[in-house]
């Protein structure tokens, strides 16, 4: 089994940054590809960003490209997502996510593993 902790959101006013941690417990050795999900109210949950923990390939939606980055501390069993430039719309709950393996798309379907998630809410 695989366990995904995350922290840092938060409330930020738009034109903001904040950068939110996924830290890896147990079975990691299990685990090559780590992402992170969205979900706004009332909306489906839907990808964000994902890195290949194995070679640091990454993969975005358009909404963020350019505003967001994913990364890790491979030491630490650890993925980073760096928000800048946040917008209202991108007020949601975020969650990270693990896979055995990186499909090249942001599927929820691809990947198994779940945090509980994090809250952020951007301000106008």
């Known amino acids: 089994q695989v366990q995904l902790v995350e922290s840092g959101g938060g409330s930020v006013q738009a034109g903001g940054s904040l950068r939110l941690s996924c830290a890896a417990y147990g079975y990691t050795y299990s685990i090559n590809c780590m992402g992170w999900f969205h979900q706004a109210p009332g909306k489906e949950r839907e990808g964000v960003a994902a890195?290949?923990?194995?070679?640091?390939?990454?993969y975005y939606a358009d909404s963020v490209k350019g505003r967001f980055t994913i990364s890790q501390d491979f030491a630490k069993n650890t993925v980073y997502l760096q928000m800048n430039s946040l917008k209202p719309e991108d007020t949601a709950m975020y969650y990270c996510?693990?896979?055995?393996?990186?499909?090249?798309?942001?599927?929820?379907?691809?990947?198994?593993?779940w945090g509980q998630g994090t809250q952020v809410t951007v301000s106008s």
């Open positions: 996510a693990a896979a055995p393996w990186c499909q090249g798309s942001l599927e929820e379907a691809d990947f198994g593993y």
């Open positions: 890195i290949y923990t194995g070679g640091g390939s990454t």
